[in-house]
């Protein structure tokens, strides 16, 4: 599961409709969907100014799917630490399948099957 993944189900809470209007004003403030990994400070910012201190309850939700996703076990945390953690996991993860699909080629000689 990708971090985008993580954040539309910790969105689920608001059902289909409020998560596409969140989105929404997300994008009405120059913040896309793809862009909050990169910017979770102002995707939070943005989730204030709009639910006021409602936002914490998606914050923890949110937070919540990528420590279960990406199997970090650090208590507590904010978002913003959380997102760090999980990018990091998730280019280990990348870096060691590209390591094996290599690793794996060049055990193959030609011709052998």
Known sequence: ???LKCIDSGLDVLGEVSKQLVYSYLTQNQLS???????????????????????EV??????????????????????VEILAAARLRKGSAEQRGDIHGRTRKSHNPVGVS
């Open 33 to 55: 969907r793809e862009t909050i990994p990169d910017e979770p400070w102002r995707f939070t910012e943005t989730l204030r100014s709009l639910f006021g201190r409602g936002e």
């Open 58 to 79: 998606l914050e923890r939700t949110i937070v919540t799917e990528l420590k279960r996703t990406f199997d970090i076990t650090s208590s507590g945390g904010m978002l």
């Open 1 to 3: 599961m990708t971090i």
